[in-house]
């Protein structure tokens, strides 16, 4: 079990990439908390990995938020006694922000909850993970925060806060090794995920995605979070402020 005895924290798990790699780390011995927005899902996560026979603790709270960024990160010390993994999974695209905002909400919207989001759990995260004198905090960035979307005009938020995503991966990377806290990130490629669904349920833009992939096909959550796992695990003992695409070849075109 890679992750025996460790305690990760997981943000937007209460589905796609982040419920998957709850239940990814339960499997390998980790005591997982389940932080979401909704209440409802984050719950159905956690039924599904205790009946498997996980140990999870469901937080509920915004990670857009410091007091529930705070919150989250103390809740899990105080459940488990520490905090060992961070996994920032919460995540959102334009199409996810309310109907009629304007392009200034929009780009809001999406910085806050990809960009600040993340920022503020590692905020909170990084003291926790001193005291321990190690730690992995594994961010969700994105191949559009390295290459720019097909699908943009040029004025999505969306490719912003991914590429800041990953500086702020690098930044803390190189930063908080001394520490022996590793920061890395993954790049997924197109996932079949709730983000998605508003652009794979489109048969003709689907083919055109699964066509940018060299693989030919779009990714599905698991694969992400073996990924997640292997950078939070000592397999990735000598590995920090990277990025790791798990994109069926898409950068690589």
């Known amino acids: 079990m890679r992750l025996?005895?460790?305690?990760a924290l997981v943000t937007g798990a209460?589905?796609?990439?982040?419920?998957?790699?709850?239940?990814?780390?339960?499997?390998?011995?980790?005591?997982?908390?389940?932080?979401?927005r909704s209440v409802e899902a984050a719950r159905q996560v956690a039924r599904q990995v205790r009946d498997s026979g996980g140990d999870v603790h469901v937080a509920i709270g915004d990670v857009t938020s410091r007091a529930?960024?705070?919150?989250?990160?103390?809740?899990?010390?105080?459940?488990?006694?520490?905090?060992?993994?961070?996994?920032?999974?919460?995540?959102?695209?334009?199409r996810q922000v309310r109907q009629g905002a304007d392009f200034e909400?929009?780009?809001?919207?999406?910085?806050?909850v990809n960009l600040k989001g993340t920022y503020l759990m590692c905020w909170f995260a990084v003291p926790e993970m001193k005291k321990r004198g190690r730690g992995s905090i594994v961010n969700l960035s994105s191949i559009i925060g390295l290459v720019g979307h097909p699908l943009?005009?040029?004025?999505?938020?969306?490719?912003?806060?991914?590429?800041?995503?990953?500086?702020?991966?690098?930044?803390?990377?190189?930063?908080?090794?001394?520490?022996?806290?590793?920061?890395?990130?993954?790049c997924p490629g197109f996932t079949r995920t709730a983000l998605t669904r508003g652009i794979?349920?489109?048969?003709?833009?689907l083919a055109t995605l699964e066509g940018l992939h060299p693989m030919g096909r779009l990714g599905e959550p698991e694969e992400i979070a073996k990924a997640a796992l292997f950078l939070a695990s000592d397999d990735a003992s000598f590995v920090t402020g990277a990025?790791?695409?798990v994109d069926g070849g898409y950068t690589a075109r």
């Open 68 to 94: 529930d960024a705070e919150r989250i990160v103390a809740e899990t010390v105080r459940h488990y006694g520490a905090l060992d993994v961070l996994v920032n999974s919460a995540g959102i695209t334009g």
């Open 200 to 205: 794979t349920e489109d048969p003709k833009l």
């Open 4 to 7: 025996k005895d460790r305690v």
């Open 152 to 186: 943009s005009d040029g004025f999505n938020p969306y490719p912003a806060s991914k590429g800041g995503v990953l500086q702020l991966t690098r930044d803390l990377g190189i930063n908080q090794a001394r520490f022996g806290i590793r920061t890395n990130c993954i």
């Open 14 to 36: 209460g589905s796609g990439i982040g419920a998957a790699t709850v239940g990814l780390f339960a499997q390998e011995g980790a005591r997982v908390v389940i932080s979401d």
């Open 105 to 112: 909400e929009v780009f809001d919207t999406v910085i806050d």
């Open 243 to 245: 990025y790791l695409a």
